[in-house]
């Protein structure tokens, strides 16, 4: 693992765009050169975290020098203030050139317009290992699970890498973490895969086990009413999935695992034992998203446009999910969903770039849209007041909720240099601070597809 850290103030150039830097004579021939795509030629760690500070963070604001040039958003400087369409770009590569890192996309940290000169707000750090996209990511204490298409999930710790598992095939596309610390992992191949740590070595995990047991699936496969007809024509036994697992939701007041499928099918377990209690023909399209919310409600949305609600009750002796309400059904796909448990508001985001809520007051009601991406929503998470949605633009909105309903924008990030696939959110815990009431912070975990992790540290208020 390496650590670099940012050049102080003292080095206060400002940057050139990428065409300029590369028809510039000052480049010499034997400096690492990279593509327009942002990826390395030549990368020398497999392993680097980048961290920063803000005493070394350097400044984007304009300098009094009327003269200075200003120059066009480029592949170095995605920096992007949401009330000011002004964008200057700062400390040049040509002058960097003591190290070859410090022209990496990795290193380069935007500044807000809200989240400006804040101690408590801005990026913390990076963590970059060149395995693959990442496609999921999981935070349950000090511990970070990410997955990605190399099917491996890898655990770190204090920004560092900790432990790791491998499954034998399938990208992760899924991770959810139990009270009893065990790991479920959804997988491209259509299975779902459960990990736990040891005791002894907690930097040790090893598989106990998948959905469906074995046992379950012996058992069912003698009957053929447990089979159902797949689109090839081909006879599958419904407690399996037989296409990939692209979401996962757990429900521990109810002790149940929701896992949605490419097959259109809704699966509800049984965590005690691993049960496959249902599977449920939910979507005409691929299943998407799942999220657990409040009341004991799910809401589900897929790929046909459409965002249910389904509940459990009781029917006979068995208590069964039934669908009591379809919120929303349009033309865009529905990719990504979060719940806030506080004040019972469920987010759904589209490939349209929008977010539309429900608040529960009577029924659930419609309370709104909101814009903030020129395209696709990938992923949604909700901490406390917060909303953070990340977009296949490259960015990330954090968005605050009002005591009206209404939502402000308090900042964009834009570091990552590919779509931000996956988000994840944990409080961080307070200092001593003699009592006094203080603003939650939340430390914020984003994965893209440009095989990066970034670190975040957020709080609920505006500058």
Same mark, same amino acid.
């Given at each position: 693992?390496?650590?670099?850290?940012?050049?102080?103030?003292?080095?206060?150039?400002?940057?050139?765009?990428?065409?300029?830097?590369?028809?510039?004579?000052?480049?010499?021939?034997?400096?690492?050169?990279?593509?327009?795509?942002?990826?390395?030629?030549?990368?020398?760690?497999?392993?680097?975290?980048?961290?920063?500070?803000?005493?070394?963070?350097?400044?984007?604001?304009?300098?009094?020098?009327?003269?200075?040039?200003?120059?066009?958003?480029?592949?170095?400087?995605?920096?992007?203030?949401?009330?000011?369409?002004?964008?200057?770009?700062?400390?040049?590569?040509?002058?960097?050139?003591?190290?070859?890192?410090?022209?990496?996309?990795?290193?380069?940290?935007?500044?807000?317009?809200?989240?400006?000169?804040?101690?408590?707000?801005?990026?913390?750090?990076?963590?970059?290992?060149?395995?693959?996209?990442?496609?999921?990511?999981?935070?349950?204490?000090?511990?970070?699970?990410?997955?990605?298409?190399?099917?491996?999930?890898?655990?770190?710790?204090?920004?560092?890498?900790?432990?790791?598992?491998?499954?034998?095939?399938?990208?992760?596309?899924?991770?959810?973490?139990?009270?009893?610390?065990?790991?479920?992992?959804?997988?491209?191949?259509?299975?779902?895969?459960?990990?736990?740590?040891?005791?002894?070595?907690?930097?040790?995990?090893?598989?106990?086990?998948?959905?469906?047991?074995?046992?379950?699936?012996?058992?069912?496969?003698?009957?053929?009413?447990?089979?159902?007809?797949?689109?090839?024509?081909?006879?599958?036994?419904?407690?399996?999935?037989?296409?990939?697992?692209?979401?996962?939701?757990?429900?521990?007041?109810?002790?149940?695992?929701?896992?949605?499928?490419?097959?259109?099918?809704?699966?509800?377990?049984?965590?005690?034992?691993?049960?496959?209690?249902?599977?449920?023909?939910?979507?005409?399209?691929?299943?998407?998203?799942?999220?657990?919310?409040?009341?004991?409600?799910?809401?589900?949305?897929?790929?046909?446009?459409?965002?249910?609600?389904?509940?459990?009750?009781?029917?006979?002796?068995?208590?069964?999910?039934?669908?009591?309400?379809?919120?929303?059904?349009?033309?865009?796909?529905?990719?990504?969903?979060?719940?806030?448990?506080?004040?019972?508001? $469920? +987010?759904? /985001? !589209?490939? %349209?770039? &929008? =977010?539309?809520? @429900?608040?529960?007051?009577? #029924?659930?009601?419609?309370?709104?849209?909101?814009?903030?991406?020129?395209?696709?929503?990938?992923?949604?998470?909700?901490?406390?007041?917060?909303?953070?949605?990340?977009?296949?633009?490259?960015?990330?909105?954090?968005?605050?909720?009002?005591?009206?309903?209404?939502?402000?924008?308090?900042?964009?990030?834009?570091?990552?240099?590919?779509?931000?696939?996956?988000?994840?959110?944990?409080?961080?815990?307070?200092?001593?601070?003699?009592?006094?009431?203080?603003?939650?912070?939340?430390? $914020? +975990?984003? /994965? !893209?597809? %440009?095989? &990066? =992790?970034?670190? @975040?540290?957020?709080?609920? #208020?505006?500058?």
């Amino acid at each position: 693992m390496a650590i670099q850290d940012n050049r102080s103030h003292n080095d206060h150039y400002r940057r050139l765009t990428f065409a300029s830097f590369l028809k510039s004579n000052s480049l010499d021939a034997g400096e690492e050169a990279y593509h327009t795509d942002g990826e390395h030629n030549h990368i020398d760690n497999k392993d680097a975290i980048s961290t920063n500070s803000d005493s070394q963070r350097p400044s984007n604001a304009s300098t009094s020098d009327s003269s200075s040039p200003i120059y066009p958003l480029s592949p170095w400087n995605q920096t992007y203030y949401p009330n000011n369409d002004n964008t200057t770009a700062f400390q040049s590569p040509l002058n960097q050139s003591c190290s070859p890192y410090h022209k990496s996309p990795w290193i380069y940290q935007t500044r807000n317009s809200d989240f400006e000169d804040d101690p408590d707000n801005g990026l913390v750090g990076t963590i970059v290992r060149q395995e693959g996209h990442v496609y999921s990511l999981a935070a349950s204490g000090d511990l970070l699970f990410t997955g990605s298409d190399s099917k491996n999930v890898r655990v770190w710790k204090d920004l560092k890498d900790f432990s790791g598992f491998k499954s034998t095939s399938g990208f992760v596309k899924a991770i959810v973490i139990t009270g009893d610390n065990r790991v479920f992992t959804g997988h491209q191949d259509g299975k779902i895969r459960v990990w736990r740590g040891s005791k002894r070595n907690p930097e040790r995990y090893s598989r106990v086990g998948s959905l469906p047991t074995l046992k379950e699936f012996l058992t069912k496969s003698v009957n053929p009413k447990n089979y159902v007809e797949t689109r090839r024509r081909k006879n599958k036994l419904k407690i399996r999935h037989f296409d990939a697992v692209s979401c996962l939701s757990v429900n521990e007041d109810l002790g149940l695992l929701y896992s949605g499928s490419w097959d259109k099918t809704l699966k509800v377990w049984r965590l005690s034992d691993s049960k496959c209690l249902e599977s449920i023909e939910a979507h005409d399209d691929a299943v998407n998203t799942v999220a657990a919310g409040f009341d004991d409600l799910l809401f589900t949305g897929s790929a046909d446009g459409t965002l249910k609600v389904w509940k459990r009750e009781l029917q006979g002796k068995e208590a069964k999910h039934v669908l009591v309400h379809v919120l929303m059904k349009q033309e865009s796909a529905v990719t990504a969903l979060a719940v806030n448990l506080n004040d019972a508001v $469920v +987010y759904c /985001g !589209s490939s %349209d770039g &929008s =977010v539309n809520f @429900w608040e529960r007051k009577k #029924y659930l009601t419609h309370g709104g849209t909101i814009h903030g991406h020129r395209m696709a929503v990938l992923c949604l998470t909700s901490a406390g007041s917060l909303l953070l949605s990340g977009g296949a633009d490259k960015n990330i909105c954090v968005w605050r909720r009002n005591g009206d309903g209404s939502h402000t924008c308090l900042s964009v990030l834009m570091d990552h240099d590919g779509p931000v696939k996956c988000l994840t959110a944990v409080e961080e815990a307070d200092d001593d601070n003699g009592g006094e009431k203080t603003d939650q912070r939340w430390i $914020v +975990y984003s /994965g !893209s597809l %440009d095989k &990066s =992790v970034k670190v @975040w540290r957020v709080t609920d #208020y505006a500058s």
